[in-house]
């Protein structure tokens, strides 16, 4: 079996934006010596060449900030009606299934990706969506993940896409790009510009009406074929949160 990581690094970075940035503060071996002695252990009966262990701390990470994945509390607070499931409460079944990747790399800056233009990729490869699947939409932009425009470009997917692979049975969706919909400070110019207020978040909004999940900020989907893997997108089991970062993998026999 080969397993691809299909998550980014979870790390510090000053070129990410203000709200994506990640603190993580590395504590040395010799600093847990002390904390070793404050539990009572002398020194004399530490371990002949002991030097302490090793620990770490995540001082600040949203939980939004790397690649995650989103529950449908993060949409709406109902979903059909219902009270929208939290991060820890998105059965696990979602989370393991057959993959498939959309290449969507074509896409210009700010084009949605549009219901015609997943049937029409999926007719001209002889793809099937299948319910219970796990959709990745490969867009090309995770070469900018890292910079400080990440946020800024792409494309995304629109309601319509949205709905539509929600309706062929698909619980979780993922994008390689830094959000679902199209850029967020593109979509404010829009909705502002047009003053249409269907406009902003019209992806994520689906949520109210149909419950799904979708990850964000992948990585490495050109090492995927289009069929053939398995992925999992276990979340952090963060109670009552609207996402979790994931170590998302593929998994090819």
């Excluded at 002695?37 to 939004?64: C, E, N, T, Y």
């Excluded at 992948?218 to 170590?247: C, E, M, Q, W």
Aim: charged share 25%; hydrophobic share 40%.
């Amino acid at each position: 079996m080969t397993i691809i990581d299909l998550s980014k690094p979870i790390r510090y970075n000053r070129n990410d934006p203000w709200f994506m940035r990640v603190k993580i503060k590395h504590k040395p071996h010799r600093k847990a010596k002390w904390l070793i002695r404050l539990f009572g252990l002398p020194f004399k009966l530490f371990p002949k060449g002991f030097v302490g262990w090793a620990d770490d701390s995540i001082q600040k990470m949203g939980v939004h900030a790397t690649t995650h994945i989103d529950a449908p509390w993060h949409y709406a607070p109902t979903t059909e009606g219902k009270r929208s499931k939290t991060i820890d409460e998105v059965p696990l079944e979602w989370c393991y299934g057959e993959g498939l990747v959309v290449d969507m790399k074509h896409k210009a800056d700010f084009d949605p990706i549009t219901v015609n233009d997943i049937q029409s990729f999926l007719s001209n490869n002889n793809l099937t969506v299948v319910a219970g699947m796990i959709v990745l939409i490969k867009t090309g932009r995770d070469t900018y993940n890292g910079t400080k425009d990440f946020h800024k470009i792409g494309t995304g997917m629109s309601a319509a896409a949205t709905e539509w692979l929600i309706d062929q049975g698909v619980k979780v969706m993922g994008i390689d790009s830094w959000g679902w919909d199209l850029p967020l400070p593109y979509m404010i110019k829009k909705a502002k510009e047009s003053q249409n207020p269907e406009l902003f978040w019209e992806a994520h909004l689906v949520g109210r009406n149909k419950e799904y999940c979708h990850m964000e900020q992948l990585v490495n989907l050109d090492a995927l074929p289009h069929t053939g893997f398995k992925v999992a997108v276990f979340p952090l089991k963060i109670v009552g949160a609207s996402a979790a970062p994931a170590r998302v993998v593929a998994l090819l026999d």
